[in-house]
């Protein structure tokens, strides 16, 4: 019997095939997600460091095994219809699945707070240098993270709707920044090549590094997917193609103008208004798609919260975050959150296509764990390798979130084999009935 689970926005169940969308709606959710500023910062700092050749050439090969670890995680929420928070229950536990979920919507929350701030920051400039206003930037943060989670409330169909109209409009804003820049550009710039320009690897790393904890989470939209086609889809659009030229649009005016700050280049070029309206629509759209899987994650812990409360009350937090000024101090503290998200994708993927062969049909609620001590075991490996990988102490394939993923799918499924040869109590807790 299918359970109308709509109104959490299936939170807590599967998604119903009459609920399902095309993989085009899917895609343009994710990259109003992609358009964000952590994304043009991204784009810039690679062109300034490594010159436009060899940016892009760094930017297409990150995006492509984005793209790819996308596909996989897409075809599975596509098969299941399940959040990543539930999907993880599978690998990781009944009750290890809610510590999954926790930690994925509290790098979240963290990364909505930082967003909200820079929003607000950003906003205010805009206003004092073309409006004279003189206002704060708390009263930018509170209205403009209203915004983001009065969108959230009404869940994926608000976030669809929001990218219809949206990313189109952001895609044409990064394209006349371009456009403006290079006009202004001194001849030769965006040939030349910086004199001490960082390795290949250095792109390809701030490429994934930035964007993998977006691929762990893709499910969170991927199951609203049609079929597995759909869902791959729209994870080589979003990564393969919309990514690398979101960051090459940023790169190219950061080489023209030696600017970093793509808001800064608006302005100084006189672009006051559609650097308002740009600003806008990308803090909207990124904070409502981090809100929302924020609030699918944590629903798990507290199935008897409405999904619209949830909602509610972490956008609250992470307004609360942004005023206080706390996500600024505790970027360090995010950064290595957000170094243990990239490894759950792993072990999902190898969850699902190793251990079950594709399907979660043969395996009953009744069969799952509370805690699954591989999972866990192979979670906190690969978080480990992961983060020193990040800080130059090892190096596997060379990219520290691959490293991560690499060591998190190898472990866990040595490890879930081995179970198979073993007593199952050696690596499980059992749930009592």
Known sequence: MEVNDSGNEYSRS????SATVAWWKIALIKIGVVIALPAFISGAEIGSLMGLRRGMLAIFIGASVLAILAAFTGAIAARSHLTTALIARHAFGDKGAR???????ATLLCWFGVTAELFGQSLRRISDDFFGLGISTAPYIIAGGGLMVMTTIYGFKALQRLADWAVPVLLIGLVGMAYYGVRQAAPGVLDAAPAHSPPLGYGISAVIGS????????????????????ARGAAIVTYAFSLPAVL????????????????AIMTGLGLGIPAFVFLLLTAWTTNSG?????TLGISTSLPRLPFKSLALILGVIGIAFSLSGVSASLIPLFVLISATIPPVA?????DFFVIRRGSYADQGVAERPAYSLPAFMAWAAAAAVGICAARGLIAIIGVPALDAIAVAFAGYTALARLRCLSSPGRFFHRKTV
């Open 99 to 105: 510590v999954v979920g926790i930690v994925l919507a």
């Open 290 to 294: 981090n809100l929302y899987s924020a």
């Open 346 to 350: 792993g072990i999902y993927i190898a």
């Open 14 to 17: 599967q998604v119903p095939q």
């Open 248 to 263: 090459l649009l940023a790169a190219i005016p950061s080489i023209a103008t030696g600017e970093r700050d793509l808001i």
């Open 211 to 230: 964007l993998a904890a977006g691929i762990t989470i893709f499910p969170d939209v991927a199951r609203f997917a049609r079929s597995s086609n759909h």
